[in-house]
């Protein structure tokens, strides 16, 4: 199994940056494809990106296309999620997830982080 804790998020102004790291431990990441979500409140969680075991297929929320990337270091046991241009409407919770499987469900996930857009 894996274990998968993000970074502290934080508030941010509207059009604002940040970067959100999620370290995995337990099994190397480099076994899973792994992902972004978040759950604003009274909206179901939403897929944001993900990424395949290498990184080199990504695909994004046409929300944040454009503005959000996804990256990953395996070496580092690491995952990403830069996000520029930032919205009060980015304004949720973010998990970062991973899975076996590339076309299965998301196993494991990490606990969530609030990030914060004011505008």
């Known amino acids: 199994q894996v274990q998968l804790v993000e970074s502290v998020g934080r508030s941010v102004q509207a059009g604002g940056s940040l970067r959100l790291s999620c370290v995995a431990s337990?099994?190397?990441?480099?076994?899973?494809?792994v992902g972004w979500f978040r759950e604003a409140p009274g909206k179901e969680r939403e897929t944001v990106a993900g990424?395949?075991?290498?990184?080199?297929?990504?695909l994004y929320a046409d929300s944040v296309k454009g503005r959000f990337t996804i990256s990953r270091d395996n070496t580092k046991n690491s995952v990403y999620l830069q996000m520029n241009s930032l919205k009060p409407e980015d304004t949720a919770v973010y998990y970062c997830a991973a899975r076996t499987d590339h076309s299965g469900p998301y196993q494991y996930w990490g606990q969530g982080t609030q990030v914060t857009v004011s505008s």
């Open positions: 337990g099994r190397a990441l480099s076994f899973y494809a």
């Open positions: 990424t395949t075991r290498s990184g080199g297929f990504t």
